[in-house]
């Protein structure tokens, strides 16, 4: 599996999280201090995510990193 597939499955999976629980890209973004843009990309695969966002974006919605990969 390739890089890009990678943050392909780790967007799907966040957006995934997000629509279960009902919740706007605005209101994820500000809550993990980035802007909705990046969210959206991160979502879509189109933008690399960091570690520190991806650990972020797991304690607001209570998975471990491990459920990314």
């Not at 919740?23 to 690399?48: F, T």
Request: net charge positive.
């Amino acid at each position: 599996m390739g890089i890009r597939a990678i943050q392909n499955e780790i967007g799907r999976r966040l957006k995934s999280l997000r629509l279960e629980r009902d919740l706007s890209q605005e209101v994820v973004a500000c809550e993990v201090k980035i802007s909705r843009d990046h969210l959206s990309n991160i979502e879509n695969g189109k933008h690399p995510l960091n570690i520190k966002t991806l650990y972020k974006l797991a304690e607001f919605y209570g998975v471990s990193m491990k459920y990314f990969f």
